[in-house]
């Protein structure tokens, strides 16, 4: 039973985590029709800034802010500059150029704050635990999910109920006839990015105090949460979410209940070499099952 | 569109490109200087599978970004079976072969379907699921990947003469380069093209279009396989890091370098770019010693703007402008 709580737990952890990701990267694949690999980066760079600020000033929100801010103002900066260019050419463009911001993205990092991993810890607020359905749990891993939680209702209302976020919404139906009604179809992109990339540097500044912060650290959260928006509905926010916990869910409870479970039907050497490669695999075989029925992801974007 | 006609220049530049290659092993020799035996052997090993990549990526229209899955399954397979003290080569290529069969239908069967994006994402996370996989298999080095003592045993071709392999990786090459040659005008490539520009009307037409791009996807598929087995062969090591998804990636940046709708381009590709690769990271500046180090240690960072460079102002590739100047179009 509290194995069971926990994994639930760490399940939602991992799954709003993905969906800060998945929120940014599934916007703007809705809008500017781009696929961002360069996502990870920004990641990883909410994590870096976010990790300096807090060593330096010791403030734990004054990190939340710095890494927002940053990563924000490094997507308008690549938004403007370049990536701007790629919106109407092909995938394949946007791919490679994106997979050269993430090459150039990790190099400068490495620079600036060299090859070994940094640490910071968890804020002292947060650095016990707290007692949940009778079971211990550690705080700073359960201030995520109300964190994450708090991001996904805020995005609810900003999408659903302000000004900026029913051009989102049109702009996500159909790009060039927002553009032809008079709205700065540009200048919704680029704030599109902006948002995308703040909750990309949220996410990654989140993750910070339980990981080690080292370039590269945002390819394996960014190949995850390609299979969540996959999985959800490619634009679709309401898939992101739901995508996001699904995966969460079956990566983290795979991890440990498939062992289990093939310890007992195989003796115990086979269960332990063959448990986490089915694990690992899971998600994967999820998503090629899906998308055999449902091409189009589970909660697909309507149209029209 | 690919140029079907042969033109003058590319034809030579493609026949000079492929002496020179054939002529490696001799003037390495004569030099005394073995190591570039080795290096164009790799060289030619990533050329194979950009061809057999190309197949799907510049004729098929299928942007796969999980190619490096393939060349994973031919270097394991290696790797595994000699673990389990199979050291026979043909036995091993067609396990290898097999197993990459078997996953390129599997795969194939769900991702031909797929358009665009989708194709890219899904090719991507299928790789990494085999890299996972890979890293999952502690029995076979895991995470740092295994070496592998004995060669494949071949036996009319003896793979621990580096020459000899030198020869088998040219000829598989050439014979590739030969058979996409021919295939892309046959009925087969014809199809495949066709239904890159307009699959609507192939249907229309009456062509099965989907078997006709999931054998494409195969076929390519198994170009990868074998070119991974020749890679355990060659650096007698299988690891997870040959299928990660950056050598998926930089896969797809040799067949844009090279020219991505030309049967040699990829091959031009992986010259340019691995010899770049090469240069940079043992780049050394007399006059800047600084800067010489900079760029030695943040190599990638010089290669990430070369790929963006590259994809900006010159969509068609090296070769591809060879084939331009030469044909006029």
Not at chain 2, 244 to 257: G, N, R
């Amino acid at each position: 039973m509290s194995l069971f709580v926990a994994q639930i737990l760490n399940s939602i952890q991992l799954g709003v985590l993905l969906f800060l990701m998945s929120a940014g990267l599934t916007l703007i694949f809705g809008i500017m029709n781009f696929l961002n690999l360069a996502h990870g980066s920004l990641f990883m760079v909410g994590a870096y800034v976010g990790a300096t600020v807090a060593a330096k000033t010791g403030s734990f929100a004054a990190a939340i802010a710095a890494a927002i801010a940053a990563t924000m103002l490094l997507g308008v900066i690549v938004e403007r500059t370049l990536l701007r260019q790629l919106y109407a050419r092909d995938h394949l463009d946007q791919v490679l150029c994106t997979f050269g911001l993430l090459l150039i993205a990790n190099e400068v990092v490495r620079y600036i704050w060299g090859p070994s991993p940094l640490f910071i810890s968890v804020p002292a607020m947060l650095d016990g635990t707290i007692r949940i359905f009778g079971q211990n749990y550690p705080a700073y891993r359960f201030a995520i999910i109300l964190a994450g939680l708090a991001v996904v209702a805020g995005l609810y209302l900003l999408i659903s109920r302000t000004r900026l976020g029913m051009l989102i919404r049109a702009g996500a139906n159909n790009a060039s006839m927002v553009s032809a009604l008079g709205v700065n179809i540009k200048f919704l992109n680029t704030a599109v990015f902006a948002l995308g990339a703040g909750l990309a540097g949220l996410g990654g500044l989140l993750i910070a105090p339980l990981v080690s912060v080292q370039p590269g650290m945002g390819e394996p959260i960014l190949i995850l949460t390609l299979v969540v928006i996959v999985i959800g509905g490619i634009g679709s926010i309401r898939g992101a979410f739901y995508g996001a916990l699904i995966v969460g869910l079956i990566d983290t409870a795979a991890r440990v209940y498939m062992q289990i479970g093939l310890l007992q039907l195989f003796e115990r050497s086979v269960g332990q070499a063959i448990g986490p490669a089915i694990a690992s695999m899971l998600i994967y075989i999820l998503m090629a099952v899906v998308l055999a029925f449902k091409p189009q992801g589970l909660f697909p974007v309507k149209h029209g | 569109m690919a140029k079907l006609e042969i033109r003058r220049l590319n034809t030579w530049v493609a026949g000079l490109i492929i002496l020179l290659l054939a002529a490696v092993p001799v003037v390495a020799t004569a030099i005394g200087a073995p190591f570039y035996i080795a290096q164009y052997s790799r060289i030619m090993i990533y050329a194979l599978a950009a061809v057999g990549l190309n197949l799907v990526l510049g004729f098929g229209g299928m942007t796969s970004l999980g190619h490096a899955l393939y060349i994973g399954i031919g270097a394991y397979s290696v790797g595994i079976l000699e673990f389990h003290g199979l050291t026979n080569g043909w036995l091993q290529l067609l396990a290898a072969l097999a197993v990459g069969g078997v996953f390129a239908l599997a795969i194939g069967a769900v991702v031909v379907r797929l358009k665009g994006m989708t194709f890219i994402m899904i090719t991507l996370a299928f790789a990494q699921m085999g890299y996972f996989l890979a890293i999952t298999l502690r029995t076979y080095g895991g995470e740092d990947g295994r070496a592998i003592g004995t060669r494949s045993q071949m036996y009319l071709f003896d793979f621990s003469n580096p020459i000899v392999l030198y020869y088998v990786i040219f000829a598989c090459l050439a014979g590739t380069l030969w058979w996409v040659n021919r295939s892309i005008t046959s009925r087969f490539g014809m199809v495949i093209r066709g239904s890159k520009s307009n699959e609507r009307r192939m249907l229309a037409l009456g062509f099965p279009t989907f078997r006709y791009k999931l054998v494409a996807y195969v076929i390519s598929a198994q170009v990868c396989v074998v070119a991974g087995f020749l890679l355990a062969n060659l650096t007698q090591y299988a690891s997870p890091s040959f299928m990660q998804w950056i050598v998926s990636a930089e896969l797809i940046i040799m067949v844009i370098l090279g020219g991505m709708f030309t049967v040699f381009g990829p091959v031009v590709g992986a010259l340019a770019f691995l010899l770049l690769e090469e240069w940079l990271s043992n780049f050394r500046s007399a006059t800047f010693p600084a800067f010489g180090e900079l760029v030695n240690e943040h190599w990638l960072a010089v290669l990430g703007v070369f790929v963006i460079v590259v994809v900006l102002t010159a969509r068609n590739g090296v070769y591809g402008y060879v084939c331009r100047r030469g044909g006029g179009q």
